[in-house]
C-alpha cells in the first residue's frame, strides 16, 4: 500500500527540489527578497533553518522563499506554517520526500486540520504552484495522514513545533537577515508585565517603533496581567503578545544561582509562570469552558543564562524565554510568532 500511495509522487522525487527554480511558483521565485528589501516573515526564515537542516538538497534561501510565498498566497497564519513543518518533517524522514514537495503537502495537510472549512486542495495548484497534479496532491495528503495517531493532539504539537522554530532564531538572533519581520496588523494587541518601570517604558517604546499601529498596555503584577487578558477578551480585543518578566518582585530575589530556581518556585507570588499559566486554559487547573485566545507569551528576564534556563521555562508554560535586554530584531521575531 505504501508503495501505491508513493507511485504518483515518485516522478517528483527526483525534481521537487528544484521545482520552485523550474517555473513552478506562480507569483514568480521570492528567492531575492533578501536582496532586494522585501519583508519577510519569521516562521518563513526558520522554515528554511529546518529544512536545510533535515534535506542536503535544500538551501536556507530557496526554502525561505517558498514558505514565505506560500504565506502571502494562500494567507497562511503562523500556525498552519508550523503545522506545515511538522508535516514536511515526516514525509522528509520517513518517506524520503523532497523538500518542496513535502513542505507543498505540509501545505494543504496543515490548513486542512486546523482550518479546513475555508482550505481547498486546488488552492495549491489555482495559487501557488503548478508543479504538481490534484492527483499527486492527493496521494501526498493520504500519505501524510497514514498514521490517524498523528492527529491525536495536533493542535498542542503544532504548537510544540512553532516554538521550536522560533527557537531557532532566538538562538542566532545576531545572524538573522535585516528584512526580517513582517509589520503586524493595527489590531494588534501586547501587553507588557514587569516590576521595573524603566524596563516597561522600554519595551513600550521598542513595541511602538517597531508595530506603530499596535495597542500596547503595561501592568507590574500577577493579578493585573491575568485580569487585564480577561478582560480585553471579553471584550473581543484578545491580547496577542505578552512580554513578561519572570521575577516581578526583584527584592525578594536571592543573589547568584538560587535566583532562577526562586523566580520559577510556585512559593513565589511573584513568579510570572503564574501570569503564563493563568492565561492559558489548557495549563490550568480548573474545567476548560472556553477556547478563549492563547496570547503567546515571551519571557524576557535577567535570570535567563543559557539554552537550557529556557528550555526549562517553555516546559513550564512560556512560549519561548530569552534573556535580557530585548533587542529589536528580536521583537520582531515575537511580533510575527504572535500574528
Not at 512580554?243 to 530575589?253: A, F, G
Request: net charge negative; aromatic share 4%.
Amino acid at each position: 500500500p505504501k508503495g501505491k500511495l508513493l507511485r504518483p509522487l515518485a516522478v517528483l522525487m527526483d525534481k521537487a527540489g528544484t521545482a520552485s527554480k523550474a517555473g513552478a511558483s506562480k507569483v514568480g521565485s521570492s528567492s531575492a527578497s533578501a536582496a532586494d528589501g522585501k519583508s519577510m516573515h519569521a516562521m518563513s526564515h526558520a522554515i528554511g533553518i529546518a529544512i536545510a537542516r533535515l534535506d542536503n538538497q535544500a538551501t536556507v534561501a530557496d526554502v525561505s522563499a517558498y514558505a514565505e510565498e506560500a504565506r502571502v498566497c494562500l494567507g497562511l497564519d503562523t500556525e498552519i506554517l508550523a503545522a506545515a513543518m511538522m508535516i514536511a518533517q515526516m514525509l522528509i524522514m520517513e518517506h524520503s520526500l523532497a523538500w518542496h514537495a513535502s513542505l507543498t503537502i505540509g501545505y494543504s495537510t496543515g490548513a486542512k486540520l486546523l482550518c479546513d472549512d475555508r482550505f481547498f486542495l486546488a488552492d495549491i495548484c489555482d495559487y501557488l504552484t503548478d508543479a504538481y497534479s490534484l492527483d499527486q496532491l492527493k496521494a501526498g495528503e493520504k500519505l501524510a495522514l497514514s498514521d490517524p495517531d498523528r492527529l491525536i493532539g495536533a493542535q498542542e504539537r503544532v504548537r510544540i513545533f512553532r516554538n521550536e522554530l522560533i527557537q531557532l532564531l532566538v538562538a542566532n538572533i545576531g545572524g538573522l537577515p535585516d528584512n526580517l519581520g513582517v509589520a503586524p496588523s493595527d489590531n494588534f494587541h501586547v501587553l507588557i508585565v514587569d516590576d521595573s518601570p524603566i524596563v516597561r517604558a522600554l519595551h513600550l517604546n521598542l513595541v511602538k517603533t517597531c508595530a506603530p499601529g499596535a495597542t500596547v498596555h503595561a501592568v507590574d503584577k500577577v493579578e493585573l496581567a491575568i485580569q487585564y487578558v480577561d478582560r480585553m477578551e471579553n471584550k473581543d480585543t484578545p491580547v496577542k503578545l505578552v512580554l513578561l518578566d519572570l521575577n516581578l518582585d526583584d527584592h525578594q530575589t536571592p543573589a547568584g544561582s538560587a535566583s532562577l530556581l526562586w523566580c520559577m518556585s510556585p512559593d513565589n507570588k511573584a513568579n510570572g509562570l503564574h501570569v503564563a499559566k493563568g492565561i492559558d486554559p489548557l495549563a490550568s487547573d480548573e474545567p476548560v469552558w472556553d477556547m478563549r485566545w492563547k496570547p503567546f507569551t515571551a519571557i524576557i528576564s535577567s535570570c535567563i543564562e543559557s539554552s537550557g534556563h529556557s528550555r526549562a521555562l517553555r516546559h513550564r508554560g512560556a512560549d519561548i524565554a530569552m534573556p535580557k535586554p530585548l533587542s529589536p530584531k528580536a521583537l520582531k521575531v515575537l511580533c510575527d510568532a504572535a500574528s
